[in-house]
């Protein structure tokens, strides 16, 4: 099992070159570069290529790659060129891990909600209540981001000035019980997002979980355990719930990275500070260096996101085998 | 390990987060629900200060962005220059009038030939630091803005006419030796030729003062915390949060009124924020100004609309067929109803464009210049076209996310279409690939805009439609224009020199290498705490005007 996590770790440096050799070569031929977007109006040609030269961008780019690589490998991700004085790490981590922090929290709950809703479809499978579940979900998965939020700021924020218009602060606020006591509760800035993160979301992993669930439902143990006359409870819960949840790891690897990378609609239009509005104002001013450090970070998470959920597969479902014939 | 015990550490562990975060909402929403949840007397949860968006007297909010850099000697966009009029300052600067009086400087000469410009610095000009500003820090300043290893993109255009400049920028001579320290609190600039706007260049940042031990001692990060000498000091800079800028009661002008100013730089829509009392002054967009511009509306009371030294126009490249045609260009420009198209797709919020400088300008003329709306002579125009039976296929580029085009420029194509039977196509492009074909040349006619830099006509009409200036983007040619151009620019009587200008501005504008469409607004909504608040035509230092009462 070790030979395997390291076997597999051991491919993540030649992703990484793979992922990061290409970015930097598709960037740089993209059309315009970061010193004509930093320019503003006044664009001497002659001034341009004076500047190209002095960052090294009129090299050849096997050139600049190795140069930027060696300086990587140091750990220095390069600087910024829409945010001049700050290297790339400084303004990339800060952001992501504003955008982590929203996704784990919204994650958590799209699970904690879709799975039951799942499970109690998959129970009422054949009555009204499942397609109600599910239609329901798939509803509100139906509304656009875009949509959602205008109406949530003007009631929450406007109308009833419960909470503030947009902006983060950090997952907890404090709550003081008699000046005293300091309990951490949801900070306000954190509703409004995580409606609009995770109400499209419930509807994924419900609908699998029902599935799943239906399939477990038939199989032979279930109807042993029925058979030998456990509650319906028992059977629910001992049974059918855990085993209907392993497609669900498979997911969570996936959406862990995704997550990451932030929701660029919900960054920006409730003016938070996270990686998915910054990384779209990057790419379209293209800045270089913070493409490509963006690129190989989320690289190295997915990489090591799948490992972790693959590695959890083998040791909840002993029939998958991990990176080994005996056992 | 089972299988089910596994799923059921997962379960649960799952199951007390889900538990904590109910729960405290539950708390929370039953505790009142809402934003204000403040700790016992002198606890907060904020560093210093407080809470930004709270009022407080003295204390100006305001919406803004990361500046690109806080460097005044490498920036050249707006939103960094905001800051950076305010932090540092210079041998002279623009007073909300745009008059150019002296700053660090107390008072300055010009030679009877108009080459050397001679500033004597005041006794008390400092760094925010209390070190007082020599004329050695002018010296050195201007050759680090103007230096080979900074490769500023703004250094050439506002430093340019000093005699030296050039060649330190390429790296081809050490130095500047147009800049000469006569004494600790004199400095002589000596520039080219006679341009009498050559004073106005150096109210930029380009040619502002930093501090050389800061700059020497931390090259790399020294603008987190820059030491200006302007009328405010960089007080905390949390990127994408806020950056807060404290009065500098020394400044050389007179104190700030304020004490504080603090531009929040997330949180959503700006007007909705000020709506929710988190912002003093926020701009309103054109899906609020009809409530804006209501008088019995909340916001009708606070709202103001100041007139921008900002142009927008078509560019036709008069290098590429059939633009390289007069006859094209001016039946285009006769075709448009900019007026009218203005007031449906823009609610008035910009002007129809009455030539090329702005009211306000120096040389601005108050008749209409440009191309008027008429179908006829739009038609009569384009017969005596060479292109007139054999139109080459047009595309007009824009910035834009591939969606629909804007929606004046959807208009202008209808009208282009019905009046001369012209089908012109949009191409839309992200701002990175339009710069480089722009750069390139590549573009046949384009919406683009310029903002004035400074206030005089040169910095427009020179800089755009002179044959030799590498800003002219649409290759715009005419001898007569440019003999113009040369003249006014050394012209040392005002009124000549202006005049001359109007003539050229006629001649180009007649000639419709631009199709002049709006000057721009800037529409705002102020709080009645606050007083004073202007929005100048350009970028000049203004905060330290503003008052706020509470």
Same mark, same amino acid.
């Given at each position: 099992?070790?030979?395997?996590?390291?076997?597999?770790?051991?491919?993540?440096?030649?992703?990484?070159?793979?992922?990061?050799?290409?970015?930097?070569?598709?960037?740089?031929?993209?059309?315009?570069?970061?010193?004509?977007?930093?320019?503003?109006?006044?664009?001497?040609?002659?001034?341009?290529?004076?500047?190209?030269?002095?960052?090294?961008?009129?090299?050849?780019?096997?050139?600049?790659?190795?140069?930027?690589?060696?300086?990587?490998?140091?750990?220095?991700? $390069?600087?910024?060129?829409?945010?001049?004085?700050?290297?790339?790490?400084?303004?990339?981590?800060?952001?992501?891990?504003?955008?982590?922090?929203?996704?784990?929290?919204?994650?958590?709950?799209?699970?904690?909600?879709?799975?039951?809703? $799942?499970?109690?479809?998959?129970?009422?499978?054949?009555?009204?209540?499942?397609?109600?579940?599910?239609?329901?979900?798939?509803?509100?998965?139906?509304?656009?981001?875009?949509?959602?939020?205008?109406?949530?700021?003007?009631?929450?924020?406007?109308?009833?000035?419960?909470?503030?218009?947009? $902006?983060?602060?950090?997952?907890?606020?404090?709550?003081?019980?008699?000046?005293?006591?300091?309990?951490?509760?949801?900070?306000?800035?954190?509703?409004?997002?995580?409606?609009?993160?995770?109400?499209?979301?419930?509807?994924?992993?419900?609908?699998?979980?029902?599935?799943?669930?239906?399939?477990?439902?038939?199989?032979?143990?279930?109807?042993?355990?029925?058979?030998?006359?456990?509650?319906?409870?028992?059977?629910?819960?001992?049974?059918?719930?855990?085993?209907?949840?392993?497609?669900?790891?498979?997911?969570?690897?996936?959406?862990?990275?995704?997550?990451?990378?932030?929701?660029?609609?919900?960054?920006?239009?409730?003016?938070?500070?996270?990686? $998915?509005?910054?990384?779209?104002?990057?790419?379209?001013?293209?800045?270089?260096?913070?493409?490509?450090?963006?690129?190989?970070?989320?690289?190295?998470?997915?990489?090591?996101?799948?490992?972790?959920?693959?590695?959890?597969?083998?040791?909840?479902?002993?029939?998958?085998?991990?990176?080994?014939?005996?056992? | 390990?089972?299988?089910?015990?596994?799923?059921?550490?997962?379960?649960?562990?799952?199951?007390?987060?889900? &538990?904590?975060?109910?729960?405290?909402?539950?708390?929370?929403? &039953?505790?009142?629900?809402?934003?204000?949840?403040?700790?016992?007397?002198?606890?907060?949860?904020?560093?210093?200060?407080g809470n930004p968006t709270q009022p407080a007297s003295g204390r100006l909010r305001?919406?803004?962005?990361? *500046?690109?850099?806080?460097?005044?000697?490498?920036?050249?966009?707006?939103?960094?220059?905001?800051?950076?009029?305010?932090?540092?300052?210079? &041998?002279?600067?623009?007073?909300?009038?745009?008059?150019?009086?002296?700053?660090?400087?107390?008072?300055?000469?010009?030679?009877?030939?108009?080459?050397?410009?001679?500033?004597?610095?005041? /006794?008390?000009?400092?760094?925010?630091?209390?070190?007082?500003?020599?004329?050695?820090?002018?010296?050195?300043?201007? /050759?680090?803005?103007?230096?080979?290893?900074?490769?500023? #993109?703004?250094?050439?255009?506002?430093?340019?006419?000093?005699?030296?400049?050039?060649?330190?920028?390429?790296?081809?001579?050490?130095?500047?030796?147009?800049?000469?320290?006569?004494?600790?609190?004199?400095?002589?600039?000596?520039?080219? +030729?006679?341009?009498?706007?050559?004073?106005?260049?150096?109210?930029?940042?380009?040619?502002?003062?930093?501090?050389?031990?800061?700059?020497?001692?931390?090259?790399?990060?020294?603008?987190?915390? *820059?030491?200006?000498?302007?009328?405010?000091?960089?007080? /905390?800079? %949390?990127?994408?949060?806020?950056?807060?800028?404290?009065?500098?009661?020394?400044?050389?002008?007179?104190? *700030?009124? &304020?004490?504080e100013?603090v531009?929040?730089?997330?949180?959503?829509?700006?007007?909705?924020?000020?709506?929710n009392d988190e912002l003093d002054? +926020?701009?309103?967009?054109?899906?609020?100004?009809?409530?804006? %511009?209501?008088?019995?509306?909340?916001?009708?009371?606070?709202?103001?609309?100041? *007139?921008?030294?900002?142009?927008?126009?078509?560019?036709?490249?008069?290098?590429?067929?059939?633009?390289?045609?007069?006859?094209? %260009?001016?039946?285009?420009?006769?075709?448009?109803?900019?007026?009218?198209?203005?007031?449906?797709?823009?609610?008035?919020?910009?002007? #129809?464009?009455?030539?090329?400088?702005?009211?306000?300008?120096?040389?601005?003329?108050?008749?209409?210049?440009?191309?008027?709306?008429?179908?006829?002579?739009?038609?009569? /125009?384009?017969?005596?076209?060479?292109?007139?039976?054999?139109?080459?296929?047009?595309?007009?580029?824009?910035?834009?996310?591939?969606?629909?085009?804007?929606?004046?420029?959807?208009?202008?194509?209808?009208?282009?279409?019905?009046?001369?039977?012209?089908?012109?196509?949009?191409?839309?492009?992200?701002?990175?690939?339009?710069?480089?074909?722009?750069?390139?040349?590549?573009?046949?006619?384009?919406?683009?805009?310029?903002?004035?830099?400074?206030?005089?006509?040169?910095?427009?009409?020179?800089?755009?439609?002179?044959?030799?200036?590498?800003?002219?983007?649409?290759?715009?040619?005419?001898?007569?224009?440019?003999?113009?151009?040369?003249?006014?620019?050394?012209?040392?009587?005002?009124?000549?020199?202006?005049?001359?200008?109007?003539?050229?501005?006629?001649?180009?504008?007649?000639?419709?290498?631009?199709?002049?469409?709006?000057?721009?607004?800037?529409?705002?909504?102020?709080q009645p705490q606050v007083?004073?608040?202007?929005?100048? #035509?350009?970028?000049?230092?203004?905060?330290?005007?503003?008052?706020v009462s509470r």
């Amino acid at each position: 099992m070790s030979a395997y996590i390291v076997r597999r770790l051991a491919w993540l440096p030649v992703i990484l070159f793979v992922v990061s050799f290409s970015t930097f070569t598709i960037a740089r031929f993209g059309p315009g570069d970061p010193v004509s977007v930093a320019a503003g109006q006044i664009r001497d040609p002659e001034v341009l290529e004076r500047i190209r030269v002095e960052r090294g961008l009129d090299r050849p780019i096997p050139v600049q790659y190795i140069k930027w690589l060696t300086n990587a490998v140091q750990g220095d991700l $390069g600087e910024s060129y829409l945010q001049q004085g700050f290297s790339v790490s400084e303004l990339i981590f800060p952001r992501m891990w504003i955008s982590a922090q929203l996704g784990f929290v919204a994650l958590v709950i799209v699970f904690a909600i879709g799975i039951p809703l $799942g499970l109690i479809a998959a129970r009422f499978s054949g009555t009204w209540i499942d397609p109600m579940i599910i239609g329901t979900l798939l509803f509100l998965q139906a509304i656009p981001v875009l949509v959602l939020i205008p109406p949530l700021i003007w009631l929450f924020a406007l109308q009833l000035n419960w909470l503030p218009v947009g $902006g983060w602060d950090g997952i907890f606020d404090v709550w003081w019980i008699g000046g005293v006591i300091a309990v951490p509760i949801p900070d306000p800035h954190l509703y409004i997002p995580l409606i609009a993160f995770t109400l499209p979301g419930f509807v994924g992993v419900a609908r699998l979980v029902r599935v799943s669930a239906l399939e477990v439902n038939l199989s032979d143990y279930v109807r042993t355990a029925r058979a030998k006359g456990l509650s319906e409870a028992a059977v629910q819960f001992r049974h059918i719930l855990p085993n209907s949840l392993l497609p669900l790891i498979t997911v969570v690897g996936f959406a862990l990275a995704s997550i990451i990378e932030g929701a660029l609609f919900v960054e920006t239009l409730l003016g938070i500070n996270g990686i $998915g509005r910054f990384l779209f104002e990057a790419v379209t001013s293209r800045d270089y260096d913070v493409i490509l450090a963006a690129t190989v970070i989320f690289s190295t998470v997915f990489v090591v996101t799948n490992l972790l959920a693959e590695l959890c597969y083998g040791l909840v479902d002993p029939r998958v085998r991990i990176g080994s014939t005996r056992r | 390990m089972s299988q089910n015990r596994l799923l059921a550490i997962l379960l649960s562990v799952l199951a007390g987060l889900v &538990l904590v975060v109910g729960g405290l909402s539950a708390v929370l929403l &039953l505790s009142g629900g809402g934003g204000d949840t403040t700790g016992p007397d002198g606890i907060t949860t904020t560093g210093s200060g407080g809470n930004p968006t709270q009022p407080a007297s003295g204390r100006l909010r305001l919406s803004g962005t990361d *500046p690109v850099t806080l460097d005044p000697h490498t920036a050249g966009d707006a939103s960094s220059a905001e800051y950076i009029v305010e932090i540092f300052s210079g &041998l002279v600067t623009l007073t909300p009038d745009l008059d150019i009086v002296p700053d660090l400087a107390e008072s300055f000469d010009v030679s009877p030939d108009g080459l050397t410009y001679t500033f004597v610095l005041r /006794e008390n000009a400092t760094f925010h630091t209390g070190r007082r500003v020599t004329a050695d820090d002018i010296k050195w300043s201007i /050759e680090r803005a103007a230096s080979r290893e900074l490769a500023s #993109p703004t250094a050439l255009a506002y430093l340019g006419d000093i005699i030296g400049v050039r060649e330190h920028f390429h790296g081809i001579a050490d130095g500047v030796p147009g800049v000469e320290v006569v004494d600790e609190r004199t400095v002589r600039i000596t520039i080219d +030729a006679p341009k009498p706007y050559f004073l106005a260049k150096l109210t930029y940042p380009t040619a502002f003062v930093v501090d050389r031990q800061q700059v020497e001692s931390n090259p790399r990060n020294w603008t987190r915390r *820059p030491n200006g000498t302007g009328a405010f000091k960089l007080a /905390e800079w %949390r990127l994408g949060e806020r950056i807060v800028l404290q009065a500098n009661a020394q400044y050389v002008l007179g104190a *700030p009124k &304020l004490s504080e100013v603090v531009y929040l730089l997330s949180g959503g829509s700006a007007l909705t924020r000020f709506e929710n009392d988190e912002l003093d002054v +926020a701009f309103v967009s054109v899906n609020d100004i009809d409530r804006a %511009r209501d008088p019995s509306s909340t916001l009708g009371p606070l709202y103001t609309a100041w *007139p921008q030294f900002t142009i927008s126009y078509i560019a036709f490249n008069t290098n590429v067929p059939p633009f390289d045609d007069v006859h094209v %260009r001016r039946a285009l420009g006769l075709a448009i109803d900019r007026a009218r198209i203005s007031e449906i797709t823009f609610s008035n919020m910009l002007t #129809p464009a009455t030539g090329i400088l702005m009211p306000g300008m120096p040389g601005y003329q108050s008749e209409d210049l440009t191309l008027p709306f008429d179908p006829e002579a739009a038609v009569a /125009e384009l017969a005596l076209s060479r292109y007139v039976d054999d139109m080459p296929p047009i595309i007009i580029s824009e910035v834009g996310a591939g969606a629909e085009a804007r929606t004046d420029t959807q208009a202008f194509l209808e009208q282009w279409r019905t009046i001369l039977g012209i089908n012109v196509e949009v191409q839309q492009t992200d701002f990175a690939t339009f710069l480089a074909d722009q750069d390139a040349g590549r573009l046949q006619a384009f919406n683009a805009g310029w903002i004035m830099d400074y206030p005089d006509p040169e910095d427009i009409l020179d800089l755009k439609f002179h044959s030799a200036s590498t800003l002219n983007d649409v290759s715009y040619s005419n001898p007569e224009v440019d003999a113009l151009l040369d003249r006014a620019r050394i012209e040392r009587d005002p009124a000549a020199r202006l005049s001359t200008y109007q003539e050229a501005e006629r001649l180009i504008v007649d000639e419709a290498a631009w199709l002049p469409l709006y000057f721009s607004l800037s529409h705002v909504v102020v709080q009645p705490q606050v007083t004073g608040w202007f929005e100048p #035509p350009m970028v000049v230092p203004r905060l330290r005007f503003i008052e706020v009462s509470r």
